[in-house]
C-alpha cells in the first residue's frame, strides 16, 4: 500500500500567520506591512469578516443590493415596473440573498471548495477550450440539459425529471423578466389584438394576439405548468409508493417541494381557466394563492432540495476536469490489481480534500471499489476477528 506523504516536521512547520522572508513586494523589514504602505484593496480585504457566516451575510447583501439596482435600471427608473408584481419582486431579493448566503457557506467546506476550484476553473480554462474545443457544450448539454446519467437509474425518473427541469426553465424565462420590469408587453390600440414585446424599452418583436405565436406569448407559463404536473406529480406517487424513496425521505425535504410545484402549477391553470371559462370568477383568490405558492418556494430555493440547482454547474466543470484529462491519456490504476480509477488529478484531489478534512485513510483514494472490499476484509479477518479465537 502507498502510504501518504509524512507531514513536515514541527520544527519545519511556520506558525499560522507567520511570514518567511525578510523583505518582499509588501515593503519593510520582515515583509512586513507598514499603515501608510497598505494599499486600499489590502485594507478592504482585512476589514472582511472572518467568521463564515459573516463571508456569507455580506455576500448575500452585495448580490441582493446588485439586483435591486438590476431591477431599478432595468426598468428604466421603475418606468416600466409592475406594482401589483412587488411582492414576487421582493421574494426574488430574497432568493437572491439567500442564493449567495448558501452557496458561500457551501464553498467554505474543504470538499466544496476543492470542487468549486476544480469546477469553475476547468469551466473558463482557455487551455480546456484549445485542447477539447467541443467539451464544454458536449457537458452541458449531458448533465443540465438531458441529464443522462439520470437514465442509468430510471428511464421514468429522468422523464419526470425532464418536464419539471425544462417546465421550470420556462417558467422563470418568462417570470424572472416580467416581474423584475424588464419585460414588457403593450398594444397600440389599447386593447389589441396587436401587440409589441419590450426589452428594457426596447422593441425586440410585434406579434398578433389571436395567432398562434401570440398565443404562445400569452400561454407560455400554462405550456410550463403542463410540463411540471406530471412530472412533480410522478415523484410524488413515487414517494408515497415506492419502499426504498419512503425509508428515506423527509417531509420538508423531499415532499414540501414536490407539493409546492403542484400547487403553483395548478393555481396558474385555474387563472387562465377562470379568466375565458368564468368571466374573473374567483380570480382574486387565486391570485393571492398562487402568490403566496411562488413567493414560498423561492424563499426555499437556497435553504431546501431545489439548492442543488445551484450547484450543479460546479459538477459539470468537474466532469469538464475529468474528461479534459482523459484526453492526456492521465488515467491512474489501482495500486493492487492495476485496473483503471479515474484521471491522476481527480485522484490526487480526492486524496488532497480526504487529508483536507483529516480522515487518516486518504491513500485508499488509490485503490478500486473492488480492491477497498478486499482489503477491508482481510483486515477484519486479520485484526477483528482474530480477537474471537
Not at 478592504?44 to 443590493?65: E, I, M, N
Request: hydrophobic content about 45%; some cysteine; charged content about 15%.
Amino acid at each position: 500500500m502507498t502510504e501518504p506523504p509524512e507531514p513536515p516536521a514541527a520544527a519545519e512547520q511556520s506558525e499560522p500567520g507567520a511570514r518567511t522572508g525578510t523583505s518582499g513586494a509588501s515593503g519593510g523589514p520582515g515583509g512586513r506591512l507598514t499603515g501608510k504602505g497598505r494599499s486600499v484593496a489590502e485594507r478592504a480585504v482585512q476589514s472582511l469578516p472572518r467568521s463564515v457566516p459573516g463571508r456569507a451575510t455580506l455576500a448575500g447583501a452585495v448580490v441582493s443590493g446588485l439586483l435591486i439596482l438590476a431591477i431599478v435600471l432595468g426598468s428604466r427608473l421603475l418606468h416600466d415596473f409592475d406594482s401589483a408584481l412587488l411582492p414576487y419582486s421582493v421574494a426574488t431579493v430574497f432568493l437572491a440573498f439567500g442564493v449567495a448566503y448558501r452557496y458561500t457557506v457551501w464553498v467554505s467546506a474543504p470538499g466544496a471548495r476543492r470542487l468549486f476550484r476544480k469546477g469553475w476553473g476547468s469551466l473558463f480554462s482557455a487551455e480546456n477550450f484549445r485542447r477539447a474545443p467541443t467539451a464544454l457544450p458536449k457537458m452541458a448539454a449531458t448533465y443540465l440539459g438531458f441529464q443522462k446519467f439520470l437514465g442509468a437509474r430510471s428511464h421514468a425518473r429522468w422523464a419526470a425529471h425532464q418536464l419539471i427541469f425544462w417546465g421550470c426553465v420556462l417558467a422563470a424565462l418568462i417570470t424572472f423578466p416580467l416581474t423584475w420590469g424588464w419585460f414588457t408587453f403593450t398594444s397600440g390600440s389599447g386593447s389589441g389584438p396587436g401587440y409589441e414585446m419590450r426589452l428594457w424599452g426596447v422593441k425586440i418583436l410585434g406579434f398578433d394576439s389571436l395567432n398562434f405565436i401570440g398565443w404562445l406569448m400569452f400561454h407560455g407559463l400554462d405550456i410550463a405548468a403542463v410540463l411540471v404536473i406530471p412530472g412533480a406529480g410522478y415523484f410524488l406517487w413515487r414517494r408515497m409508493k415506492d419502499r426504498g424513496a419512503i425509508t428515506g425521505q423527509r417531509f420538508a425535504y423531499d415532499m414540501v417541494p414536490l407539493l409546492a410545484l403542484i400547487i403553483i402549477s395548478v393555481t396558474g391553470l385555474l387563472l387562465t381557466f377562470s379568466s375565458i371559462f368564468l368571466h374573473g370568477g374567483g380570480y382574486q383568490f387565486l391570485a393571492v394563492l398562487h402568490m403566496v405558492a411562488v413567493v414560498f418556494t423561492l424563499i426555499y430555493i437556497p435553504f431546501g432540495k431545489f439548492f442543488h440547482i445551484v450547484q450543479r454547474p460546479a459538477a459539470v466543470g468537474m466532469q469538464l476536469f475529468k474528461y479534459t484529462d482523459r484526453q492526456d491519456d492521465e488515467v491512474f490504476a489501482c495500486r493492487r490489481c492495476e485496473e483503471p480509477i479515474d484521471t491522476g488529478p481527480y485522484v490526487e484531489n480526492l486524496r488532497g480534500t480526504m487529508q483536507d478534512l483529516e480522515l487518516g485513510f486518504d491513500a485508499w483514494a488509490e485503490y478500486c471499489p473492488r480492491c477497498k472490499r478486499v482489503l477491508r476484509g482481510n483486515a477484519y479477518l486479520t485484526q477483528v476477528k482474530k480477537g474471537f479465537k
